[in-house]
């Protein structure tokens, strides 16, 4: 899909939401499991023009269509679940006690016959190519900015609907009461990208394992590019199958 003709999409009403995929997905652990385990394994060891994203387990060659193409890899193992990226997020973007921008999912996998460890997957927008928030958006307060291929709210066109919210698969929108629209993860676009000129977010930034890795895949100097790039390392995204082509990408470590 060319990034020029979202603005043209049809809205596709709430019919064709994925609603069966968002309620496996709310299950957390299991189904999240799921997708590591049975799902689809992208490699990027090859991929010299990845765009950061993948559609049903093909590698897409093509040159990215944003400069900077933003985008954040999870070393997943590194996780200790010490939220501190879900406090800088709040206090770096005014996130309200019942909403998130960001956050970390827990569970208890089985490692001995007699020991569970505790294991730990942050979550985030996904910053999709191919977003279902944007394409059903009946005002286009939510937008795939075309420069950097963040997915924008602008809460002034927000009319409270909920659309985008049924919509994303991976629950990372919130409802904002006190000025009554959705509100989500703009990589820290207004705040801390804009203060580190373009290079972490908050949340990348408070992360003390460094689980959180920022960066431009169209920069070969970036540590995500770097680390993309790696010969040898696997990638995964969340929910392969719906084809929605995230930007967030996940590695064991």
Same mark, same amino acid.
């Given at each position: ?162 659309? &985008?919210?049924? $919509? /994303? @698969?991976? !629950?990372? %929108?919130? +409802? ?26 908050? &949340?990348?930034? $408070? /992360? @003390?394992? !460094?689980? %959180?890795? +920022? ?39």
């Amino acid at each position: 899909m060319k990034i020029t003709n979202l603005k043209n999409l049809k809205n596709e009403g709430t019919e064709n939401l994925p609603s069966k995929e968002r309620r496996c997905f709310l299950q957390l652990g299991l189904s999240i499991t799921g997708v590591f385990l049975g799902g689809t394994i992208l490699s990027l060891t090859s991929a010299h023009n990845a765009t950061g994203a993948l559609s049903g387990g093909k590698i897409l060659t093509t040159k990215s269509p944003y400069s900077p193409h933003y985008t954040m890899v999870i070393r997943e193992k590194h996780c200790i679940g010490c939220e501190k990226c879900m406090e800088a997020c709040r206090s770096t973007n005014k996130v309200p006690d019942d909403g998130f921008r960001t956050t970390v999912l827990e569970r208890s996998v089985p490692v001995a016959p007699d020991h569970r460890e505790r294991v730990f997957m942050p979550i985030l927008c996904n910053h999709c190519n191919n977003a279902p928030c944007v394409r059903v958006c009946p005002t286009r307060a939510t937008y795939k900015d075309t420069v950097n291929g963040i997915v924008q709210m602008n809460t002034d066109k927000c009319i409270g609907c909920k659309t &985008c919210m049924t $919509a /994303c @698969p991976y !629950n990372a %929108r919130y +409802f904002d009461e006190a000025i009554r629209a959705v509100d989500k993860c703009n990589f820290c676009y207004n705040s801390k990208l804009k203060e580190s000129n373009g290079k972490t977010t908050a &949340c990348a930034s $408070a /992360c @003390p394992a !460094n689980v %959180r890795v +920022f960066g431009d895949l169209t920069d070969p100097t970036s540590h995500a590019y770097k680390l993309i790039h790696t010969s040898g390392k696997v990638f995964w995204v969340l929910r392969p199958e719906l084809d929605t082509l995230p930007n967030v990408f996940y590695v064991e470590s």
